[in-house]
Nanobody
Framework: QVQLVESGGGLVQAGGSLRLSCAAS????????IGWFRQAPGKDREFVAA????????YYTDSVRGRFTGSRDNAKNTMYLQMNSLKPEDTAVYYC?????????????????WGQGTQVTVSS
């Protein structure tokens, strides 16, 4: 079973950028579609982005499309989420997880092997 570890979070001013990493253990990482979620204080965890096993297909929630970009380096067993033009409302704990079943999932229940999360705080 793959294990995921997120990193790269931090404190940034509005308009700034961060790049999150999701590092995986296990030799089968390159076969998994991966999703990013986030959870703000007092709110449910929500879908942010997904990238397929090859890195060639991605999709995003409307609030981040055009600002966030997912990529991956399977040789390094790592997926990335480049976050630009950050807003205070992007403040949350960000998680990566493995997408179960076919492509196109966005519900939390369709993902597994969650990482521990990394905190992103955007100040105004």
């Amino acid at each position: 079973q793959v294990q995921l570890v997120e990193s790269g979070g931090g404190l940034v001013q509005a308009g700034g950028s961060l790049r999150l990493s999701c590092a995986a253990s296990g030799r089968t990482f390159s076969t998994y579609n991966i999703g990013w979620f986030r959870q703000a204080p007092g709110k449910d965890r929500e879908f942010v982005a997904a990238i397929d096993w090859s890195g060639r297909r991605t999709y995003y929630t409307d609030s981040v499309r055009g600002r966030f970009t997912g990529s991956r380096d399977n040789a390094k067993n790592t997926m990335y989420l480049q976050m630009n033009s950050l807003k205070p409302e992007d403040t949350a704990v960000y998680y990566c997880a493995v997408m179960n079943g076919g492509w196109g999932k966005q519900l939390e229940a369709d993902f597994s092997s969650w990482g521990q999360g990394t905190q992103v705080t955007v100040s105004s």
